[in-house]
């Protein structure tokens, strides 16, 4: 977990089963490559920073041995990052226990791995910038400042003037990662900015599919890897490939995941996204080709994750969706196997249509295309395993399944066919069982307010029983009873 400006942190944000098969790396060469972070360091680390005494913590330190490769100053700059940030959050520990001598040994290595990261990256970078080589010369002064207080302090006695002291040491240590930070970000924003770069002026299909690879390999690395992506417009320069039926359909599903981590709702960052507007009609439309051309749930997966994404992202995505029909390209998709065949898949078609749904043409496209029927079979979303990632995605398919219901059910003709087809039957049954929808609260809420929807409409398909407990009363009082309500099992 790599830390970034602000507090952020590297962490993996990956889709399930989005990685297609040439992004795959074997279990084996991944590990031994790992093997690199838990050897020794340099001789001035091995001289300096590790103590005679066997103290029993010791055995946990973290110490990179080598470059991670020749010649890739990004995979420099993520490992390398990780290190340093580790043996940040390591020396803040030790510094809460008054450890000091475990304090100074760690604020030697620490030095030892950022002088390492600045003169391993500028010997395979392109040139430095005048503003990183004035955050690099802060760092530096700071890990010397480090290394230096932490050293009188060994010989200090006074718990007084210690503690003074520690204060002291704690700020030297968060203003040191707030360098580390920004001189991280500065130099992988160079490096993005490279392959975008690349991307942009190659003519070459396989320099094209390898380097979109890389991309999407950078947003595995988590939130702060996708905003910078995001904010050299990356994913502007991916809109040509989507576009291009010569590039190979894993090319193409690449770069639908790299929109797809990009412009993920979770993120906070999508003031970057400005530009992205200019070709949102064009990445919709290639994106929804894709959906009904794709050979491969993966693929299907990977574009739908994008379309859903985008809804989010900006109401206008929706209102192209209609116009390019995808209601109809989704809903089809629904009953072929070989695309959708996961509740993962059925979470992204339904959130989809849960954002279009507040558009007032959206009901009769949906009517049109038996999509009531289709919704109402994931309200019976149900989980192979047990797997939390499978069951978490079944909550929300069934929670998103009634939220898309009671907004489509403000027209009449909706709500109608929803109580033909016992739609009101389903949500009692997930209201009051609390084994069918898992437990969920947020399943819960939405199916009550989808039930009080259609009983809006249809009274008359709910018996008193459920109108006084689930309909009747204010909707807090209903979810509380629901909520508590006890199963029996005799």
């Given amino acids: 977990m790599m830390a970034l400006p602000g507090g952020r942190h590297l962490d993996p944000t990956p889709l399930p089963g989005q990685r297609l098969h ?4 074997d279990s084996v060469q991944r590990w031994m490559e790992d093997l690199k972070f838990m050897t020794e360091c340099e001789c001035m680390c091995v001289l300096q ?6 103290e029993e913590d010791t055995q946990g330190d973290v110490i990179l041995a080598g470059g991670p490769g020749p010649g890739d100053p990004l995979q420099l700059l993520l490992k390398r990052g990780w290190v ?16 000091w001598a475990r304090v100074h040994s760690m604020s030697v290595r620490l030095t030892c791995h950022a002088r390492s990261m600045v003169s391993e990256y500028s010997a395979l970078s392109r040139g430095a910038s005048q503003e990183m080589n004035q955050v690099e010369k802060l760092l530096m002064e700071k890990c010397s400042e480090l290394s230096a207080v932490t050293e009188r302090c060994l010989q200090v006695e006074n718990e007084n003037v ?3 002291m520690k204060a002291c040491v704690s700020e030297t240590l ?6 580390f930070g920004q001189l991280l970000e500065l130099a992988l924003t160079q490096e993005v900015q490279a392959l975008v770069r690349k991307i942009d002026s190659s003519d070459n299909i396989y320099i094209t599919e390898s380097t979109t690879g890389n991309l999407f390999s950078l947003t595995q690395e988590g939130a702060p890897l996708c905003r ?14 989507l576009t291009d039926d010569s590039h190979s359909e894993a090319t193409r599903a690449e770069a639908a995941a790299v929109v797809a981590q990009v412009t993920s709702p979770h993120l906070s960052f999508t003031q970057h996204l400005s530009s992205f507007l200019e070709s949102m009609e064009e990445i919709v439309t290639a994106l929804v080709k894709l959906c009904q051309e794709a050979s491969s749930g993966e693929v299907f997966l990977l574009a739908s994750a994008a379309l859903a994404n985008i809804t989010f992202f900006d109401t206008m995505a929706c209102e192209m969706l209609l116009q390019l029909n995808a209601i109809r390209v989704l809903l089809e998709a629904c009953s072929d196997k070989q695309r959708v065949d996961t509740p993962y898949t059925r979470d992204q078609i339904v959130t989809i249509l849960a954002n279009m749904s507040v558009l007032e043409q959206c009901a009769s496209d949906i009517i049109q295309e038996n999509g009531i029927q289709l919704i109402m079979g994931m309200l019976s979303e149900k989980p192979r395993s047990g797997a939390p990632a499978e069951v978490a995605a079944c909550e929300r398919v069934q929670q998103k399944a009634a939220v898309t219901l009671a907004r489509l059910s403000r027209d009449s003709d909706v709500a109608r066919e929803a109580v033909r087809l016992n739609c009101m039957s389903r949500l009692i049954e997930l209201c009051r069982s609390p084994s069918e929808r898992n437990s969920s609260d947020a399943v819960l809420v939405a199916c009550l307010a989808a039930l009080r929807r259609l009983a809006g409409v249809c009274p008359e398909g709910l ?25 029996s099992f005799v």
């Fill in 228 to 241: 910078i992506i995001a904010k050299v417009d990356g994913v502007l320069c991916l809109a040509d490939i």
């Fill in 84 to 99: 340093i940030s580790t043996e940040l959050r390591r020396i803040g520990q030790k510094l809460a226990q008054d450890r």
């Fill in 49 to 54: 920073a590790k103590p005679i005494s066997l």
């Fill in 22 to 25: 040439l992004m795959q790396v």
């Fill in 162 to 164: 210690l503690k003074s």
């Fill in 463 to 487: 018996q008193d029983s459920d109108f006084q407990q689930l309909v009747q009363p204010r909707l807090v009082d209903s979810f509380l009873l629901c909520s508590n309500m006890e199963e």
């Fill in 174 to 179: 968060s203003t040191l990662g707030q360098h």
